[in-house]
C-alpha cells in the first residue's frame, strides 16, 4: 500500500523566514497531494494542494512543488508570520482508490 | 457555504454509556468520512459513505457504528467505549466517491471516556 513520509516532524523559523517541509511517497499511481493546516483546538484545514499533470502551484506566500519522478512534493511557506504556527499535514491519494494517506505531520513554530 | 459542522464540540461519557456524534454539511458533497485522531497523530480514516452508502470501513471495533441518514447528514453512534477510544473525531466531506476530491474537514469533537 502507499507510504508517505514527512520530514522534518518540527520546524522552528524566525518571522520572515522561508520554511520548507518535504512528503516521500511511494505509489507512483497517486495524483493528488494536499496540504492541510491544524491549529490547535481546530480540525485540518486545506492550503493548497496540487494534482499529477502540474510540477508547481503558488497561492500568495504558500507554493507547493511535485517530482513525480522522484516520488516527493513539498510545500514553501515565505516570509513567515506567527500565525502560520501549527502542524502541517501532507497527504496523497488518487482517483479510484480508498483512501487519503497523511504524513506523520510537521509542527511549525514561527518566532516574532 | 463551505463549512462541516460536527456536534458536541467536547463529550465526555463512562464506559457503559451511548452516545452519537454528528456531522452536517450543505455543499452537496456525495461522499462522508468518519476520522480518529489521536494527541500528536495524523487523522486515521475509520469509514467513508459514498451516495449514503458505507463504501469503506476500516477494520472498525463494533462499538463504533456509523449512519448516514441523508446525503447531508453523518452520524456516529458509540457504546461500550473503551479509555483508549478517547481522541478527536473528525468528521470529512468530499464533491465525490473519487478519493481525489479535496476533503473539507469540521472542528471535530474532543471525545473523553472515562
Known amino acids: 500500500g502507499e507510504n508517505v513520509e514527512q520530514h522534518p516532524s518540527t520546524l522552528s523559523v524566525q518571522e520572515g523566514d522561508s520554511a520548507v517541509i518535504k512528503c516521500t511517497y511511494s505509489d507512483s499511481a497517486s495524483n493528488y497531494f494536499p496540504w492541510y493546516k491544524q491549529e490547535l483546538g481546530k480540525g485540518p484545514q486545506l492550503i493548497i494542494d496540487i494534482r499529477s499533470n502540474v510540477g508547481e502551484k503558488k497561492d500568495q506566500r504558500i507554493a507547493v512543488t511535485l517530482n513525480k519522478t522522484a516520488k516527493h512534493f513539498s510545500l514553501h511557506i515565505t516570509e513567515t508570520q506567527p500565525e502560520d504556527s501549527a502542524v502541517y499535514f501532507c497527504a496523497v491519494s488518487n482517483t479510484g482508490g480508498f483512501k487519503t494517506i497523511f504524513g506523520a505531520g510537521t509542527r511549525l513554530f514561527v518566532k516574532a | 457555504d463551505t463549512e462541516v459542522t460536527q456536534t458536541p464540540k467536547h463529550l465526555v461519557m463512562g464506559m457503559t454509556n451511548k452516545k452519537s456524534l454528528k456531522c452536517e454539511q450543505h455543499m452537496g458533497h456525495r461522499a462522508m468520512y468518519w476520522y480518529k485522531q489521536k494527541a500528536k497523530k495524523p487523522p486515521e480514516l475509520m469509514f467513508v459513505?459514498?451516495?449514503?452508502?458505507?463504501?469503506i470501513n476500516e477494520s472498525v471495533p463494533s462499538r463504533f457504528s456509523p449512519e448516514c441518514p441523508n446525503s447531508s447528514l453523518l452520524n456516529l453512534h458509540l457504546h461500550a467505549l473503551q479509555p483508549e477510544d478517547s481522541a478527536l473525531y473528525l468528521c470529512?466531506?468530499?464533491?465525490?466517491?473519487?478519493?481525489?476530491?479535496?476533503?473539507?474537514f469540521g472542528p471535530g469533537t474532543r471525545l473523553t471516556v472515562l
Open positions: 459513505y459514498s451516495y449514503e452508502k458505507l463504501s
Open positions: 470529512a466531506s468530499s464533491q465525490g466517491e473519487a478519493f481525489a476530491d479535496t476533503q473539507y
